[in-house]
């Protein structure tokens, strides 16, 4: 087989939504959805903080979003360490992915760039927010829906992703909205479960809380060392913070990302949504040791919460209830586990 065959494609005049996302899956993206970049200008996930393409460029009118899965067998692992060098390796392929698809639509005509897989502007919030939302781009690309944590969940593959977005000029029909809830919700919440930093909200998070665990040797934390360090008073204990497996981990982290810009996979490897976790993780994950009556007590406090007020809840407000989905959970998961056990049971 030619290379070229291997490669699928180039993108050519005209191109449509269809060819947009033959190419990109041809270019080695996992999934591929089509947003309005209207849309994101007029639901805005925090109006307070309008993370919107038109504030990045006015003449964007669709954003493609690409979807690259991490591999499962990192979250079956002691550490978070595979996990976090996989981090880098999925994030680095889908920018290439990006930008390859960005260059061949303006070799067809259409000025396009991809943004940085997980770029930050500290600006927003003070916090590690991207200029878009890649989570919001999924929801409303028709990918998936925001779960209890607030991870975007994608049917196939649950919480084990990540994504980003090609802002182009090109007008691509976008893909409708999925309105049910991916998300078991508040009768699972194996995430709070799992949680080591108990950061998981009633469809919120706390992020500060989640960071010290997901981010173990992010920003926060090296700013943290040094007005430690500049605190110490003699040169043996400084010498000894310069030994330490803290500043080793900044260190490694700038050169590779691990532990920097990572995550904890606690609450990745326990979701039970998509089939790479009924085909993986399932039998090892089954039992979470983090669980606590507080947390188990938690959950059912929040299951109360959902059946008495659920429009009163700041996650599942007017606005925010369009990226949980309208139409709550309706049985995504057991049907997918059925058709799951289905296809297993033909292969034999």
């Given amino acids: 087989m030619s290379r070229t065959l291997r490669r699928g494609t180039p993108l050519k005049t005209p191109a449509d939504a269809a060819a947009v996302k033959r190419r990109a899956k041809e270019l080695g ?9 209207a849309t994101l200008n007029a639901f805005p996930p925090d109006p307070r903080w309008p993370q919107t393409p038109d504030r990045i460029s006015p003449y964007c009118k669709s954003v493609i979003v690409i979807v690259q899965r991490i591999p499962v067998g990192a979250f079956r692992c002691k550490s978070n360490i595979p996990v976090q060098y996989l981090d880098m390796l999925v994030l680095r392929r889908m920018d290439r992915i990006g930008l390859k ?10 000025p396009s760039f991809t943004l940085a897989a997980q770029e930050t502007d500290w600006n927003l919030k003070r916090a590690s927010y991207a200029r878009l939302s890649t989570r919001h781009l999924g929801v409303e690309a028709g990918l998936g829906t925001l779960g209890l944590e607030v991870n975007i969940l994608t049917p196939e593959f649950g919480p084990r992703l990540y994504l980003t977005g090609i802002l182009t000029e090109l007008e691509l029909e976008p893909d409708p909205r999925m309105e049910e809830q991916v998300c078991i919700g508040e009768s699972c919440s194996r995430c709070l479960h799992s949680c080591p930093p108990d950061a998981v909200r009633q469809w919120g998070l706390d992020k500060a809380a989640c960071a010290t665990e997901a981010q173990e040797f992010g920003f926060a934390q090296i700013t943290k060392f040094f007005d430690r360090f500049f ?39 326990v979701c039970p949504v998509g089939n790479d976790y009924h085909a993986h993780l399932a039998d090892i994950q089954k039992h979470i040791p983090e669980k606590t009556p507080e947390k188990v007590a938690k959950a059912a406090a929040f299951k109360q919460a959902r059946k008495v007020a659920p429009h009163d809840l700041p996650g599942l407000s007017e606005w925010n209830i369009r990226w949980v989905g309208e139409k709550g959970y309706q049985g995504i998961v057991a049907r997918q586990l059925q058709e799951f056990k289905k296809r297993q049971k033909e292969r034999q």
Avoid: M, N, T, Y
């Fill in 29 to 37: 993206a996992d999934l591929c959805g089509i947003a309005s970049a």
């Fill in 101 to 110: 698809l960005a260059q061949e639509l303006e070799r067809a005509g259409h």
């Fill in 231 to 269: 605190d110490l008073g003699s040169a043996e204990e400084r010498k000894a913070a310069v030994r330490s497996r803290d500043l080793f981990g900044f260190w490694q982290g700038l050169l590779r990302v691990v532990g920097s810009f990572g995550d904890c996979p606690r609450c990745l490897a």
